[in-house]
């Protein structure tokens, strides 16, 4: 089935390119330069040692962002519309990265199994968070501009 779009391809897949350029940029000096796990693993070192603080930084930031801009600024507009395409797609999802935080996780699994599955709750705990709280507010704004109740 084909689907109609407004926006020529090629602008489309720039918008996405550019966004996820400084995305992955921006996720790099994040979890590169600032934070990561302890390189230096001994027998003794605590699995949560390992686990990537940087990554659930950068993913529930992303998720934050993600959710305000569908539900803000971006979500009136067509799905291939560049600056939705380039902020979304692009530069949130240049930002967040769910395989490098199931490498980490499979790194933590090697230490302790339990505690993996702690990081992976704390991070769809987190996720889910951020996606509650901003589509609250977003309620919230609708109830007080409209006559229509939730």
Same mark, same amino acid.
């Given at each position: 089935m084909l689907v109609s779009r407004?926006?020529?391809?090629?602008l489309r897949v720039a918008a996405v390119t550019l966004g996820g350029l400084?995305?992955?940029?921006l996720r790099y000096?994040?979890?590169v330069d600032l934070g990561g796990p302890n390189e230096v693993l001994s027998p003794t070192t605590s699995p949560w040692e390992t686990f990537d603080w940087s990554l659930l930084a950068v993913n529930s930031i992303g998720v934050f962002l993600a959710v305000s801009l569908l539900f803000g600024r971006c979500g009136n507009r067509?799905? &291939? &519309?560049?600056l939705r395409l380039f902020a979304?797609?692009?530069?949130?999802g240049g930002l967040t990265?769910?395989?490098?935080?199931?490498?980490?996780?499979?790194?933590?699994?090697?230490k302790s199994?339990?505690?993996a599955l702690g990081g992976l709750s704390l991070s769809l705990t987190v996720a889910a968070l951020?996606?509650?709280l901003r589509s609250e507010e977003h309620t919230s704004e609708l109830q007080s501009h409209s006559f229509i109740s939730y």
């Open positions: 407004r926006f020529p391809i090629l400084l995305g992955g940029a000096v994040v979890t067509p799905s &291939d &519309d560049p979304t797609t692009g530069v949130l990265t769910y395989s490098s935080l199931c490498l980490n996780l499979v790194h933590m699994w090697q199994p339990g505690a951020a996606t509650a």
